[in-house]
């Protein structure tokens, strides 16, 4: 159980053009969602934070107009990365949380953005 | 503020020995501390969790860590090492009483025959 998928796992984008990145609960409805950020041999870093039906809440630094997020329902959350340059090129996590779990977060398999 | 400090960024082991990673956490509350895993071009899987309950928390492949308030630690050990523990593994814990959770700096093992 608490399986999360993410798609797709891998996308090239040329510069300029926008990129959505899925992420779904598949056995349990997530009354959270959070989207996370890597660089190779680097910690996650807190993008982040959807409840369904409400705005995202962004992290200091992070450009909401940028990276749109919209969590539709308690299993589909997305991230749409708008007018990608190559400095987005990363390693973009998703996780969802289910409330009254001790906080526990069930991780996607994460979505590698290369932008040319 | 909440943070936690992965003391190791690297740790090399001989398969069979011991396994010790060490972390050390700050936070102005009671948090939840976590281990996960990660293994190259995997998703994050969740080794173990400290709740406030038992401070010494057993979880999956063999591994446990201990909870401790006084050193303000959370040490992730297993008795033997096998080659598939070759991964990278964060030390995370509660940054705020939402759940949001921060990340330590990754400690990569490498398992050797």
């Known amino acids: 159980g608490a399986v999360v998928s993410q798609h797709p796992s891998w996308v090239i984008c040329k510069s300029g053009t926008s990129v959505k990145i899925e992420c779904r609960s598949l056995d349990f409805q997530a009354t959270t969602m959070f989207w996370y950020r890597q660089f190779p041999k680097q910690s996650l870093m807190l993008m982040a934070t959807s409840n369904e039906g409400s705005k995202a809440t962004y992290e200091q630094g992070v450009e909401k107009d940028k990276f749109l997020i919209n969590h539709a329902s308690l299993t589909l959350s997305t991230l749409t990365v708008t007018s990608a340059h190559p400095e987005d090129s990363s390693f973009y996590i998703c996780?969802?949380?289910?409330?009254?779990?001790?906080?526990?977060?069930?991780f996607g398999p994460g979505t590698r953005l290369t932008v040319t | 503020a909440q943070s936690v400090t992965q003391l190791d960024s690297h740790v090399s082991v001989s398969e069979g020995t011991p396994v010790l990673l060490r972390c050390n956490y700050s936070s102005s509350y009671s948090p939840s501390l976590f281990w996960y895993v990660q293994h190259p071009n995997k998703g994050l899987q969740l080794l173990l969790k400290y709740t406030s309950a038992a401070t010494l928390v057993k979880g999956i492949n063999g591994f446990e860590a201990e909870f401790k308030k006084s050193e303000t630690s959370f040490h992730l050990t297993k008795p033997s090492a096998h080659m598939s523990d070759a991964a990278e593994y964060f030390c995370?814990?509660?940054?705020?009483?939402?759940?949001?959770?921060?990340f330590g700096a990754g400690t990569q093992v490498v398992v050797t025959p």
């Open positions: 996780s969802a949380q289910v409330s009254g779990t001790g906080y526990e977060q069930y």
């Open positions: 995370v814990v509660t940054s705020d009483s939402w759940g949001k959770l921060q």
